[in-house]
């Protein structure tokens, strides 16, 4: 393997681990805010992408990604509302109408784009490549890692430093002293879901020039991040990021050396880490 | 009147748990609740802040007014807005949070458009809370926690406050300051309503009692006029 054939596959593994770690940090902040497992995601993050070929078609690349996220995050909100009467039993419960919900997504796709594969085109300038300390790299794999870090910025800034991420990280110990402040839990949940759902979409835009989807995906898509979201442990949101690296790393890589073995390396990763700690290996051991 | 109780019956699940509770806390003064242990002085506090939620199957029944306002049926929330701060048994810190998260996650301003309590005031209130801000909430000691409970429910710039028990668990020096503490509350003009089962902490801060037995309200009296034999007959003291 050459120098620059290393930091390729390096700079691929980051920008394909910085994408799922957009879909997986809505996941987390919906597990560990809501106590909602929502198998939705990979649909609206389909629905993302889907949404991007048409929006982008008509006002260009750079508005979709303002736009489709809030669209997305819009459908959220009223999926968010009728899955309430399930709140507060058993989680079984609000799974199973989850992956519900995102197989009538799924088929809702289907509906208005049909089954055809499509890629969208890159504006120019995103296109080709660029040279750093003499090695090529595509422009677009440094454009997502810039988007998606800013986003996983702006995420840890939320959850550590505002009045919503307290509100958050209080939730998640104490739900009905939460509400005893005087906030609405309810209204709260809306805007955790539809954050959640938000930057789901936004994973889905970003991917809408690199792979073609079938709408189908949105139901696999989701097992696919899925060891991210167990390695970096199911309620440690700042587990989420140094695991989808990980995830994304061990996915290009194992490309590379092992590619016989390409579709099991993340599923035998995460089966090792819940046997290291079942709450992420990123989450610290004793009680918390 | 600023809270008024009138025939108050509180369900949870099949269990009967209040059986008229009527009380009457006047604007500015301290009025205690006293009863043995599982009488439902708890339970009434939760009533008042409509944690008795029928979707969790409990009910409430009868009357409960704040400066006239029905709050049976209301969301507790709402309930918390109208200018009412709950300091709860156990007293429910955050654990995950620090000192000064748990204290700017409760910041309200108050109904009148107050924020005479903000961060600066509490940790002037309690400067022991100052020195703790960083540290998280279940790294705090068991008094320390108390008063984090106390000064969050500040943070909310009530009008009135409900204090749960708010002595269990604490050394008899820490109950005394928790005594000062009351007293200087009502001179804030905040009124206040505690429950208690120690009596002595009760005879200090309040003027009014209402004692408690089987869900029922049964003695009212100025605290002050509290008689060794009462005390004996309804709380075996």
Redesign the interface.
């Known amino acids: 393997m050459t120098v620059s054939f290393f930091f390729q596959t390096l700079i691929s593994g980051v920008s394909n681990g910085m994408v799922s770690y957009l879909m997986i940090a809505g996941v987390s902040l919906i597990i560990s805010g809501m106590n909602m497992v929502n198998f939705g995601q990979g649909a609206f993050y389909v629905l993302g992408t889907y949404l991007t070929y048409t929006i982008a078609a008509k006002i260009g690349f750079f508005p979709s990604l303002i736009l489709v996220p809030v669209l997305v995050a819009l459908l959220g909100y009223f999926i968010e509302k009728a899955t309430r009467p399930l709140f507060g039993k058993d989680m079984l419960y609000i799974m199973l109408l989850t992956y519900g919900v995102a197989y009538m997504l799924c088929d809702i796709i289907v509906m208005f784009w049909g089954y055809s594969i499509r890629l969208l085109s890159l504006p120019s300038f995103l296109n080709g490549g660029v040279k750093i300390f003499g090695i090529n790299f595509p422009v677009y794999y440094i454009f997502e890692i810039v988007i998606s870090g800013l986003i996983a910025a702006a995420f840890w800034y939320m959850i550590n430093k505002t009045k919503l991420g307290m509100l958050t990280r209080a939730i998640i110990s104490d739900r009905p002293m939460v509400a005893n402040l005087g906030v609405n839990v309810n209204g709260l949940f809306s805007i955790l879901f539809m954050i959640g759902i938000g930057i789901a979409g936004l994973g889905g835009v970003l991917n809408a020039p690199m792979t073609g989807m079938s709408p189908k995906e949105g139901l696999s898509v989701f097992g696919n991040v899925m060891p991210i979201l167990c390695i970096g442990g199911l309620r440690n949101m700042d587990g989420c990021l140094p695991a989808a690296l990980l995830v994304g790393l061990v996915n290009a890589f194992g490309a590379v050396y092992l590619p016989q073995y390409y579709n099991i390396l993340p599923a035998a990763l995460m089966v090792i880490c819940m046997f290291i700690n079942p709450r992420g290996i990123f989450t610290k051991k004793e009680g918390r | 009147m600023i809270l008024e109780l009138k025939d108050v019956h509180g369900y949870y699940d099949k269990s009967h748990i209040l059986n008229g509770v009527d009380l009457a806390v006047e604007q500015g003064t301290s009025v205690c609740l006293l009863g043995r242990n599982g009488v439902g002085k708890s339970t009434t506090m939760k009533t008042i ?1 409509g ?1 008795l939620n029928p ?2 199957h409990c009910k409430t029944e009868g009357s409960i007014r704040f400066e006239g306002k029905e709050l049976t049926g209301m ?3 709402a309930i ?2 109208l200018g009412i701060a ?1 300091v ?1 048994q156990g007293r ?1 810190i ?4 620090t000192t000064e ?1 748990n204290l ?5 301003v108050g109904v009148d458009g107050s924020s005479k309590w903000n961060l600066e005031s509490v940790y002037e209130f309690f400067p022991r809370l100052k020195e703790r801000r960083d540290s998280k909430g279940d790294k705090l000691s068991g008094g320390e926690k108390q008063m984090l409970a106390v000064a ?1 429910g500040l943070m ?1 710039n009530p009008k009135m406050m409900l204090l749960d028990e708010i002595t269990e668990g604490l050394a008899p020096i820490i109950v005394d300051q928790l005594a000062v503490m009351v007293q200087n509350l009502l001179e804030e003009g905040v009124t206040i309503l505690i429950a208690e089962q120690n009596v002595k902490f009760a005879m200090k801060v309040s003027s009014d009692c209402y004692i408690l037995e089987r869900g029922k309200t049964v003695h009212h009296q100025a605290t002050s006029q509290l008689t060794a034999e009462t005390r004996k007959k309804y709380l075996g003291l």
């Open positions: 802040m944690m979707k969790e969301a507790s929330h918390v807005r709950y709860p429910h955050f654990p995950t949070l998260e700017r996650v409760a910041a309200r969050r909310q």
